[in-house]
């Protein structure tokens, strides 16, 4: 069950759709052009988006401050785009919906493994 939580959180957060000038481009794809893209202000915040990401198939996934930890480096650059681009451009529903049950999912995904953590001790 809590492997579900953790996909579908996972798979909504890379279904995220940054609307551009011509498309809307996924969250996950900006990422990573944008990690790979030199010299660009927001290079570092793409490779915590990453690193948050990755985060969660490693073995640190199976610990509490594990799961909070890629939670934080994975909200920082959604945080950050909506800091620097006003909130009217966001009023779309494929990046609402997708936003919202990657935040839902995984923090029932992180309550979930804090439930087990206290259970298994």
């Known amino acids: 069950m809590k492997d579900t939580f953790k996909m579908v959180s996972l798979f909504s957060y890379s279904l995220?759709?940054?609307?551009?000038?011509?498309i809307g481009i996924p969250f996950i794809l900006w990422l990573i052009f944008t990690s790979l893209?030199?010299?660009n202000n927001?290079?570092?915040f793409a490779l915590l988006g990453i690193t948050g990401f990755i985060l969660n198939?490693?073995?640190?996934?199976?610990l509490i401050w594990g799961?909070?930890?890629s939670f934080i480096l994975m909200i920082i650059p959604l945080t950050k785009r909506l800091i620097e681009?006003?909130?009217e451009k966001f009023n779309y529903l494929s990046f609402q919906i997708p936003l919202m049950v990657f935040i839902i999912t995984?923090?029932?995904f992180v309550l979930y493994s804090k439930k087990e953590d206290v259970k298994d001790t």
């Open 16 to 22: 995220i759709i940054l609307k551009g000038q011509m």
């Open 37 to 39: 893209e030199f010299g």
């Open 42 to 44: 927001e290079q570092v």
């Open 57 to 62: 198939f490693t073995k640190y996934s199976k």
């Open 67 to 69: 799961n909070a930890l």
């Open 85 to 87: 681009t006003p909130i």
């Open 106 to 108: 995984y923090m029932i």
